[in-house]
């Protein structure tokens, strides 16, 4: 699987759009773009992934640039309940179920203030 | 519906001890994974079990860990002689089939301490 590359932490105020970035240069065209979370004490949750489209679902929007070399989640209006780690995860599929395992990297940590 | 369950929540367990950890997956989920997640890193792959069987046993650290899903339903994670190094959460994973694209849905994790 690809690498990702995200920045350790960011912060956002409470109510603005949260939009936290990854690279993924290395991604080959069989492979997905997958965000998780993962809330202090808690196991990780998905999000949302896309190939290269953008996608959007009741939790968050996923842009992916036209060259698939990065990404970006947004959070449209932040709330202090998203406070958690966010893992960009670069996924390859196949319908063997090989490559089903998920490799995180450090994620990001966003911090939503009052 | 009732997601991923894991027990204990919480072990305490002394150097060279032998323990086992427990994982309820998802009814109906075929695919159930284990992942091991030190403290500021991310979670790291274990085992994968497609039905009863170990697909994918790539992530085991070592020979003192083993696993088993014998009905392949609930599965046991297994560690024998226990080192501090050892000590992490350790995270249970679910999906409906094998199917890289299936969405993977994790318990809450077993945080196992190692004095």
């Known amino acids: 699987d690809a690498k990702t590359t995200q920045p350790p932490s960011m912060d956002c105020a409470e109510g603005r759009a949260a939009n936290l970035p990854c690279n993924h240069s290395?991604?080959?065209?069989?492979?997905?773009v997958y965000w998780y979370r993962q809330i202090h004490s808690q196991g990780p949750q998905y999000i949302i992934h896309?190939?290269?489209n953008n996608e959007t679902n009741e939790m968050a929007s996923l842009i992916i640039t036209e060259d698939r070399k990065s990404s970006t989640l947004i959070l449209p209006h932040a709330t202090l309940r998203d406070t958690a780690v966010y893992y960009c995860?670069?996924?390859?599929?196949?319908?063997?179920?090989?490559?089903?395992?998920?490799?995180f990297g450090k994620g990001i940590t966003l911090s939503v203030r009052p | 519906g009732a997601g991923v369950s894991q027990t204990p929540s919480n072990k305490v367990t002394e150097k060279g001890k032998y323990v086992e950890l427990r994982c309820d997956p998802i009814?109906?989920?075929?695919?159930l994974y284990w992942y091991r997640q030190s403290l500021g890193q991310g979670p790291e792959f274990l085992i994968y079990?497609?039905?009863?069987?170990?697909?994918?046993d790539s992530g085991l650290p070592n020979d003192r860990f083993f696993a088993v899903r014998p009905e392949g339903s609930v599965s046991t994670l297994k560690i024998q002689r226990t080192e501090r190094g050892d000590s992490a959460v350790y995270l249970c994973?679910?999906?409906?089939?094998?199917?890289?694209?299936?969405?993977?849905?994790f318990g809450p994790g077993t945080r196992l301490t190692v004095l």
């Open positions: 994973a679910s999906s409906l089939s094998g199917r890289a694209t299936d969405t993977q849905y």
């Open positions: 290395t991604i080959s065209g069989n492979e997905y």
């Open positions: 995860i670069v996924r390859v599929t196949s319908s063997s179920g090989a490559n089903s395992k998920l490799t």
């Open positions: 009814s109906g989920h075929t695919a």
């Open positions: 079990f497609q039905g009863t069987g170990a697909a994918d």
């Open positions: 896309g190939l290269k």
